[in-house]
């Protein structure tokens, strides 16, 4: 896409995102944050399989790889979007986080500054190791692929830590960053799916066998995340129960009752986790023992649906579950707002800019083979 259209791009989803937080939820609901969760992720994530492929030698990314790296200019855009959390710091974050007595939140243009300069940080290596990348000029391009990896896991942990987790303060979890960055990728792979899908389109009865293999490695790749996905989640659950520590332990607790005294009973974000956790890890890890499923592109569609699908729910449990408690911690009183209106209108609104960002890529492509 010609960089003039992505400004105007850029500027539509701001204005757009804007209008949905003021308009619908008088910027007291979380859905930026839920969306940006998602989005930040699958960008940057896709760059990051590509510049991980690049210095592990991996032939299978090179016919994606054009396609993939066509992420970049979105994570510019999830920057400034992130920066539309400034009205509402003081309405979503507990008053500890936000009135200055911690020492790390220590002000909204300190927390909120540096999330950004990481996200702009990001930006910057990934543009760079795309462009010594597709200049094929190795040496360069896999010296900005490590600084890009560094920077892309250290954004992801930060947006982790200072932007999700403050929400249910004094929770906290060491593991959790390491969730956000390991489902980036997750989701990098589910969009290489589909970029793989639309290749085998293209190219219709004469696929060319490095599409074929590319299709099949980003399967089995696909495989082995949702063990990754599920381990990460599975050791963040396993270090809180064993400690049993109650400001660790509070997440799980909010999330799997409702009520008190005699009116205590499960909360429907266990089945809500309970779905993710079928739709990030059972119904991939089953179906991806197969090879004929792997090795069809309209499966690997269902397939990243089924994730992206999982990848909602994970985000409404961790998100959506996060309770409102009195000063003391201790009273249960409901949610967060998250507004499915809201949630549903900006996640259209960036899936589609992701949509036509990505095909942009393709009609480049024919139009330089024409």
Known sequence: MKPQKLVVMIGVAVLVTLGVEYGIGKFHQTSLIFNLAIFLGAAQGCVALMAAAQLCEGKWAKPIRRHLLNAVPLILMCAFLYLLIVPQWKALYPD????????????????VGRNFALMVVSFIFAALYAKHSLAENEVVCRRYAVLYLFSYVICQTFYALDVVMPLEFPWFSTLFGASFFVEGLYLGLVIAAFISYAMFKQHGDNIPADVKKTQYDVSL???????????MFFSQFLAIWYGNIPEEVLFFSVRTFEGAGQNVHMSKFVYIGGAAAVMLFLIPFVSL???????????????GMIIIAGSILEKVYIIGGVPKMDSHHEMFSGRLDLNAVAVAIEFVLLASIYYMQFKAGFAQEEKAAA
Not at 221 to 231: D, E, K, P, R, V
């Open 221 to 231: 790749l696909m495989h082995g995340f949702s063990i990754l996905w599920t381990y």
């Open 289 to 303: 023992i197969f090879k004929r499923i792997k090795g069809n592109p309209r499966n690997m569609i269902v397939l």
């Open 96 to 111: 500890v986080v936000t009135n200055g007595h911690s020492k790390w939140f220590t002000g909204l243009a300190f927390c």
